[in-house]
């Protein structure tokens, strides 16, 4: 008997959700008013058409690069042109200005690190004072917006 019950009360939910369903069907749409015609305006028509900024010849990107290593200007580079980076950065590292690079030259960045996190000046590094030598993270980009 319970499930009689069961099966005419399922029936009655159907009926009622098939009935709402067709009941809940929209009207059509209300019209919009038409837009007014267009009409033209004289005082708008005889303005001088807005300026126009001379676009710049856009350079490829290896051009951009020639250009920077070509320090007289001169259309080739030669080859004090081409080192002259390279001699700067060695010139940085020699210390001593004899022209050699020695091992202490070209580390005296790490030497430098690991002598001043070595707080108590035993000649080696605990883990606090190794955490020091961490790089620091990058600043955030502030947005240009």
């Known amino acids: 008997m319970l499930r009689f019950l069961a099966g005419a009360a399922s029936c009655f939910l159907m009926m009622t959700g098939a009935f709402l369903i067709w009941q809940s069907h929209a009207q059509e ?3 919009l008013p038409q837009a007014p015609p267009v009409t033209d305006v004289p005082s708008m028509s005889t303005a ?3 300026l126009q900024a001379p676009e710049a010849t856009p350079k490829s990107r290896e051009e ?3 250009s920077r290593a070509d320090k007289d200007k001169n259309g080739r ?3 004090e042109e081409q080192m002259a980076p390279r001699r ?3 010139a940085k590292l020699d210390k001593n200005g004899n022209g050699t690079l020695s091992f202490d ?3 005296v960045k790490s030497i430098d690190k690991f002598a ?3 707080r108590d000046r035993s000649g080696w590094l605990t883990p606090a004072e190794f955490a020091t030598t961490a790089p620091k993270p990058p600043k955030k980009k502030r947005c240009a917006c």
Do not use: H, L, Q, T
């Open 88 to 90: 700067k950065a060695f």
């Open 48 to 50: 001088p058409a807005p």
């Open 116 to 118: 001043g996190a070595d």
């Open 77 to 79: 580079i030669e080859r």
């Open 29 to 31: 749409a209300p019209s």
């Open 105 to 107: 030259e070209w580390a």
């Open 64 to 66: 951009r690069r020639f």
